[in-house]
């Protein structure tokens, strides 16, 4: 099969959902026009930001920062080093050897030094690993943005983990969930920094096709902790009806995003006028979503984490919270140990 | 394993999503229970309804005019002969055997009698047989209920034909389809009766296990022309989430149903005031959803077909048009014949 772009090249990666086929070359116009398209369409990133983009060492973060760095954003990569035997120092070296392909050193954090590994912090608390990891980078993203002077937030969830999640949130009919859900997130001042994921256009199997076409070194195993997620059962229902009916994800996803869809309005009727702090850059649209403040759910302005500053609507806020809880167990387990 | 409810039979159905199990007994009142609670929680039957069940010779709708008899409700069945060579004898069979055993005989409407037997229909007209045969349906359900003054018409539509459904207007956003998908479609009056859902709480599972303990005899096999229908994939995808996170399928649709549901909210909300004849027997947040009129879509009341009197927004009505281009595709084929 020939590219359907060019019409010379050898096809290497079909799309059912777009009725198209490309040649490697062609693929790489069409990808990182879908991305800079839903950028342009969201706002997600305007040319003066300072991006900071969170790399795991995975496809779809170091193809995102591939792509932002080619199209000429001023970026910085954040690696977290969560502390899992083995998968983190893999991640790790991953990060590192791209990054310095790039003439780039990240970011690091490691949460061993910092007091909250998550092997650990999950055996101390009574928590899903993939909870704790979400409070614990919610919290880094903002800390390590105000420290930088980062003006966004960039992670690489791509259309299938949107819509996944999407499902999982329909599903349940899970409302403040779905009030948040959206590839823009606006920042509120107060230590909030905004948060976008500009590969929200792009399937997994695309992304994948690029970091491979684009000979990008990735950790192809799943985070070890994530096993039984159930939304890897979504994603996988979602894959057996987009294979019989292409394209049913993006309209699925788009649909949920258009402004004037019932269930969009039926959320941003149901928020109170005084339920979130007031985006910073936003419209009053986005006030419904702008409160991805700690793990709480709050109303009005977030206070500052009597401890550590971060924005909470709590005293003390859920990362400060979990860290006391871990350094109580670790106390408990070095007085049973020293009898 | 004993049954949950006396704990003195063996059980004989076990249901993961209400972490139960029955012996046949208890499991003939719970899924009673589960119907009248189905009934009774949307205001769908009253007990001085006059019936008219829809019955295909599958387990559903027998196991639903075998539920509302027990129920003691006023019922008759109505038996639409599609004309499908070999299934539809087959059905009408089951029909007429389960109806004599309850010393019933049903209303049978004869589609090659009518001049519009499904398949020649879909030969003749450019259209799904699926989407045709629901024309079909609803304007019989409508005449059928008007010539024997019945006040309400009843369908065998499980749990999981509605989320399988919901889950297909979900993922494309459609706003009719989801506007007007309820249990509960009041009528309107001049040629609208109301239709219900009474099976909308039980499973396909469930209602299988009813008919099959009850000594129900219904057809098995799947209708011949809806094998590559769309809805079977959404089905496919919700059992496999069903399977892994039992009870999703009846969050999602009571979610969906909540009246205080943000999409629910939404939908009313993008409804134009004069968009929906108003029900006769309805609250205004019914008018969203009575519009179950003829297969186009209109606003203010609807009119009567110039042909046969049947509610429409065109001049003549869906069910018509499509007899009518029936009868020219056989003069055509007779004139060729002929020649």
């Not at 490691?110 to 614990?136: F, H, N, W, Y």
């Not at 960039?154 to 983990?161: K, M, R």
């Not at 999640?165 to 899970?174: D, F, S, Y």
């Not at 684009?214 to 096993?227: A, H, N, R, W």
Request: one cysteine or more; aromatic letters at 8%; charged letters at 30%.
């Amino acid at each position: 099969m020939k590219c359907k772009r060019c019409r010379r090249a050898g096809a290497a990666v079909e799309l059912p959902s777009h009725h198209a086929a490309f040649c490697p070359d062609c693929f790489f116009v069409f990808f990182r026009r879908q991305v800079t398209e839903g950028i342009r369409k969201l706002r997600l990133l305007a040319p003066e930001d300072r991006v900071l983009v969170c790399v795991s060492g995975g496809k779809d973060s170091l193809v995102l920062w591939d792509v932002l760095i080619d199209e000429g954003y001023e970026t910085e990569g954040l690696y977290i080093d969560l502390g899992i035997d083995g998968y983190s120092d893999r991640s790790k070296e991953k990060v590192f050897s791209y990054a310095a392909s790039r003439g780039k050193a990240p970011i690091v954090v490691d949460l061993a030094k910092e007091g909250i590994p998550i092997p650990e912090a999950a055996r101390c608390v009574r928590m899903q690993e993939c909870s704790i990891c979400g409070t614990v980078k919610r919290h880094f993203f903002n800390r390590v943005a105000a420290e930088g002077k980062f003006t966004v937030v960039a992670t690489g969830h791509n259309l299938d983990d949107e819509t996944a999640r999407l499902l999982g949130n329909l599903l349940h009919w899970q409302r403040g969930h779905l009030a948040r859900q959206h590839p823009l997130l606006p920042g509120t001042g107060g230590g909030l920094v905004r948060k976008v994921k500009p590969l929200w256009r792009v399937s997994e199997v695309e992304t994948a096709a690029y970091g491979f076409l684009k000979g990008i070194d990735y950790v192809t195993e799943e985070c070890p902790m994530s096993e039984d997620a159930t939304s890897l059962v979504y994603k996988e229902a979602l894959s057996r009806i987009e294979d019989r009916m292409p394209g049913t994800r993006i309209v699925f996803y788009q649909g949920f995003l258009d402004p004037s869809s019932p269930l969009r309005k039926g959320l941003e009727a149901a928020a109170p006028a005084d339920a979130s702090p007031t985006p910073e850059d936003g419209t009053t649209a986005d006030a419904a979503r702008a409160r991805d403040v700690d793990a709480e759910e709050g109303t009005g302005a977030p206070r500052a984490c009597a401890s550590c500053g971060a924005p909470t609507y709590t005293e003390i806020c859920s990362f400060c919270r979990l860290k006391e809880r871990v350094r109580e167990a670790r106390s408990v387990r070095a007085a049973r140990g020293s009898r």
